[in-house]
């Protein structure tokens, strides 16, 4: 009997193998797609309900990608498959226009002193995510903060006095 269910376990076909791979990739191009349209602030920095709504996607995805049948094989098939996509990303990232596609470009969100209020609104940040990373920065008044961007990891810089214009070339702003 337990052999039985363990060779079960391991049993795949190839229509079956075809379809994990099939599966598994259109829902890691949605998630990554939705990622995309989201913004990155929704990828870090996140409150306990947004945790819950990351575990929740997780386990759509996942029961997705096994095809609601979560043997040992489909399973492994499954998993191999996000490994080897995860590695072909990376492999176009190495390029700059691939890249900037996947993982965007820095936002400018204020200068000089001003917050860029319709920035915010497009990347998805409050001002109270603002006002905790001004203060995060040792900034006491706005006026002293010179720069002000929401990182492509979801996390905000604070830059003060003269910057180097270098450290602003891959800066999207509205200009």
């Known amino acids: 009997m337990m052999?039985?269910?363990?060779?079960?376990?391991?049993?795949?076909?190839?229509?079956?193998v075809i379809a994990t791979v099939l599966v598994t990739t259109a829902m890691y191009a949605v998630y990554l797609l939705l990622s995309r349209v989201t913004g990155s602030r929704g990828l870090s920095n996140y409150a306990p309900f947004d945790f819950a709504a990351f575990v929740a996607v997780g386990a759509i995805i996942g029961r997705t990608a096994l095809l609601q049948v979560p043997t040992l094989g489909v399973g492994a098939t499954a998993l191999v498959t996000l490994f080897v996509l995860r590695a072909l990303l990376g492999v176009i990232a190495m390029t700059s226009a691939g890249d900037r596609f996947l993982n965007g470009s820095p936002i400018l969100l204020g200068m000089g002193g001003e917050l860029d209020r319709q920035a915010l609104r497009r990347a998805h940040v409050h001002e109270h995510d603002v006002r905790q990373a001004l203060r995060r920065a040792g900034v006491q008044r706005l006026e002293d903060?010179?720069?002000l961007i929401l990182e492509r990891?979801?996390?905000i810089s604070v830059l003060r006095g003269e910057v180097e214009p270098w450290l602003l070339a891959d800066v999207r702003s509205r200009e």
């Open 153 to 155: 990891n979801g996390m």
């Open 145 to 147: 903060m010179e720069y």
């Open 3 to 16: 052999t039985c269910m363990l060779a079960n376990q391991f049993r795949l076909d190839l229509d079956t």
